[in-house]
């Protein structure tokens, strides 16, 4: 399963974090899936405008990830 996030909504939520930084780390855990030459994916949606729009497409996987110590990464990093 992915997760359809439009780039404004995928940058407002990181408040103050770089989004290109966050989406190549997604990248390099294997979280996000990425189009042939960007870090976002097209995709048409039926009942929307002509022309696909732009998402972050990010895998469920994110919510299965550990962090090195073997905690659960969104309780590690919630105290952030």
Avoid: C, N, W
């Avoid at 359809?4 to 290109?20: A, C, H, R, T, W």
């Avoid at 990248?27 to 729009?53: F, N, S, T």
């Avoid at 895998?59 to 969104?74: T, W």
């Amino acid at each position: 399963m992915e997760y359809l996030i439009f780039p404004e909504v995928f940058k407002s939520e990181l408040k103050g974090y770089d989004p290109k930084s966050v989406a190549r780390e997604l990248e390099k855990r294997g979280h996000l899936v990425r189009g042939k030459d960007r870090l976002q994916v097209q995709v048409r949606i039926p009942g929307m405008d002509k022309a696909a729009p732009r998402f972050y497409a990010v895998r469920s996987s994110i919510f299965e990830e550990e962090d090195a110590e073997g905690g659960d990464v969104a309780t590690a990093t919630s105290d952030v």
